[in-house]
């Protein structure tokens, strides 16, 4: 019998599987791969978080090399086997890079004697990409996984699945269509969110909790933080406290720029930078997340803050500088945000922050401690993660319990990185190769 295997999301995941599918002579046309967004080609820049390599296609590409970033994967195949995938999910990128040589690895080995005592570092390597780059990527990496003959469905949302009966339903220009499957990948990451929710109570999924992580996204002239930038691309700073822990998050440097994401119809925001001198703005940006315990529904709390975070349907933009305004995006328009004064931050924004926008003001100011910006930098309110719920799988093929054939990957299983999503595919994807029969 001949086993079709459906993916829903064509991004990091879904793609990565495909790819070591038919890398390993699984049959093309028996992969039929369905995204609500566009293909390369056609994809727009702002479409952010839909189309061909998902949101892992328009970010900054920073691929992180640590199990203990980006969300789970040891605790399913351990410790060597998660350092295994990640390494095939790196040289994937290398495989489909018109530049590999220009990809870039920042190896920080110890913190920094100047962010004592006011901080701790995280020590991972990271590799940086550039989103320029991603984009071409993404077309070489399509072009090789339809010469494989996988298929590939564009503009199609899938808003179905029966489990049951192992069927999906998706529409495309308004109309209702129907695929089986034998083996489906569910992989929708952060822009499906929703609809993983839908499903998981539709069918009463277990699910492990998740915390939410909320906060801004800070922004400066790069000269201030040259000399932590110089030891670790992505710095992640962080602080603890006894119900919150602050980190950065995701940081951008040299041609830097703030990218708007919505999230259920609001806006928040994320960063990533583009690679080459042309695009240079001397800029660095990241995020300033808390993880709060002790909120009782986090995830209904942080989607109330982040609604109300919101001004003439704009996410927020503050600086104590007044002539500092929010920046230009990396195709040259201003970043939507509105620009807020003092009176507004302190009256507002920390009054519907519940008293925790106390944390990330002082850790911007216990940073000017260390890198002496002084009122030279702006933030974008509200940058949050939120998490899909977790859902209990088996751990030798991610598939839901009471159905062996759904495999959850990616941030549809509550990763929030490019290297573990990818790995979440890759990992499925041998399974079937040595489980699932197709003659
Ligand atoms: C601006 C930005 C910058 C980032 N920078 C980094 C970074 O530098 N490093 C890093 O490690 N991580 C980064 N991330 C996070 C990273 O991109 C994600 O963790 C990763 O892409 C998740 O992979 P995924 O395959 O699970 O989901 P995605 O890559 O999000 O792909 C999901 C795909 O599913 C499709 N889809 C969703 N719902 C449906 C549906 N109902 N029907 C059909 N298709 C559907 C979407 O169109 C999308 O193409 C960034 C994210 C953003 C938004």
Redesign the pocket.
Known sequence: MQKKIVI????????NAATKLVDNGYPGELITI????NDPHNRLPEE?????????????????YHTAI??QLAKYCGEDKAMELMDQVISNFRRFHPKPEEIFCSDPVAEPDFIKPYFGLRLFPVWHIGSNYLHEIAKAWYQYLVDKDVKFMWN????SINFNNSFIE?KDDGFLYKETYDELIF??????ID?AQQLSDDYKLPTEPKSVQIGVRFEAPQKYFQKLIDISY?FKLYQKYEDVSLRSF?TNNNAAYV?V?ETYGDVTY???AKKGEQFRNDMTNFGILMEIKGIKDPFKWSRHVVNKLQINNEGLYYSPNFTRQPGLTSEGTTVVAHPIGEDTFNSFVKKVMGGYMDYVVNFIDDMNKVFEFGDDWGMYIPEVKYLSPEPLVNYTNLALNEYPNVHF????LS????????A??IYVAEYLLTNVTND
């Open positions: 829903v999301g064509a991004g990091v995941a879904g793609i369905i995204d609500k967004g952010v978080m839909t189309g061909m390599l998902g949101c892992g296609g328009w970010s900054d590409g920073k691929l992180t980006g969300g199609s949302e899938v808003s998706y992989a929708v990451g952060k822009s499906g609809f992505d995701c990218a994401e994320n960063g990533h990957v990616g941030d549809a990763a929030r990185g490019i290297t573990v999503s990818g979440h595919g």
